[in-house]
Structures are given as structure tokens and as C-alpha cells.
């Protein structure tokens, strides 16, 4: 049985796939599965279904993705969200051949297209992801320091220090001691 997708910007954590399930539910719109970034469709939308579910999902913050550039850097995003914080496991290879495997890219095209259309590197944004991890580690205090840095894959605490420090102006144990949820939700990064 043939799979439509659909690409939804915006969508960072489990209540977001929740709210568009909702959504779905309410237009009822039949789905096979929500994730991330992603709907999955028995059949495809016709173009009245289409205009109200892309109402529907601004109204909650999301946006609808048409088949373009647009789409892949929302699963750049997707891809590095999803592996620094909700993966169990570190990756086992560096994040430009998990995103070139994954999409079936030349990295440096990815990598050119994200920076032209985000105005970031890709390593920048994973910096970004990786440091907010980190914070939110450090706030709920259940992981000392060396096993955050072999969590987030990084060489050494050393490096993991030296980047936080670099990113938030303080360091990893100053962070600690301050104790105030500083980090930003991800519907803000």
C-alpha cells in the first residue's frame, strides 16, 4: 500500500506530534504515523484537505512544508534533534556521514544548502543542539560531568568545557551552581 508524506516545520518534541495527531483527528484526515517533521498518509490530500490542515497547523505554530529545499533542511533539523536528544546510543560516526547515509546526499551540498537557507553551518547548529543538551543534563544533576561528555560524544570534558564555556559564557560547573533552567525549549532554537 502506497505511503504519502507530509513534511511539517516546526515540530521539536513528542507534544508537537501529539498536537498534530490532534489536528489530523479533528479534520479527519486519516494517518498511518506521526513523527518528527513527518506525517505518514494512507492516500494523499486533495487540495481543500490541504489548505485546512496547513491553517490548522499554523495555528498551532507548525508550518507545512511543499516538496522542495525547504524539506530537506527541516530533516537536517529533524535528524540532529532527534539523534542529540532523544537517542539512546551516541552515534558511532560523525554526524556529516549520518546526515549524507541518512539522506542520500553529498554532505558538502547539505551542508551548503543549510548555510545559504539558514544562514548557519550545520556544525554550528548541532553545536547549538549538543550545548542545550548539555544544559539540560547539567540542570537535572543525574549525570556527572564525564559521563555527559561520552553521552554527547565528545572527546574529552575538557572539549565539552571549553565549547559550553565558548557558547554560554560560563562554565559547565558555573552553570551547575546557578541552577536556573537557562536553557531554551526547542521551539526556540
Known amino acids: 500500500m502506497p505511503q504519502f508524506k507530509i513534511h511539517i516545520k516546526n515540530m ?17 484526515i486519516p494517518f498511518t504515523k506521526v513523527e518528527l517533521g513527518l506525517v505518514y498518509l494512507p492516500k494523499g490530500l486533495d487540495p481543500g484537505e490541504r489548505v485546512e490542515l496547513g491553517k490548522k497547523v499554523k495555528a498551532l505554530g507548525f508550518e507545512l512544508l511543499e516538496p522542495s529545499k525547504a524539506i ?22 560523525n554526524f556529516s556521514t549520518f546526515l549524507s547515509e541518512r539522506l542520500n546526499y553529498n ?4 551542508s551548503r544548502l543549510f548555510s ?21 543534563l547539567l540542570f537535572y544533576d543525574e549525570l556527572t560531568l564525564s559521563e555527559i561528555a561520552y553521552k554527547m560524544n565528545y572527546s574529552s570534558v575538557a572539549y565539552l ?19 536556573e533552567p537557562q536553557h531554551k525549549s526547542l521551539d526556540k532554537l
Open 107 to 110: 554532505y558538502h551540498n547539505l
Open 161 to 179: 568545557s571549553s565549547q559550553f564555556k565558548k557558547e554560554t559564557g560560563m562554565t559547565p560547573t558555573a552553570f551547575k551552581k546557578n541552577r
Open 72 to 93: 530537506l533542511i527541516s530533516t537536517i533539523k529533524t535528524l540532529v534533534i532527534d539523534q542529540i536528544h532523544y537517542s539512546k546510543e551516541p552515534l558511532s560516526v
Open 116 to 136: 545559504t537557507v539558514e544562514g548557519i553551518t550545520i556544525e554550528r547548529f548541532i553545536t547549538h543542539q549538543k550545548i542545550e543538551r548539555v544544559k539540560e
Open 12 to 28: 521539536v518534541c513528542p507534544r508537537c506530534i501529539m498536537a498534530i495527531k490532534e489536528a489530523l483527528n479533528e479534520l479527519n
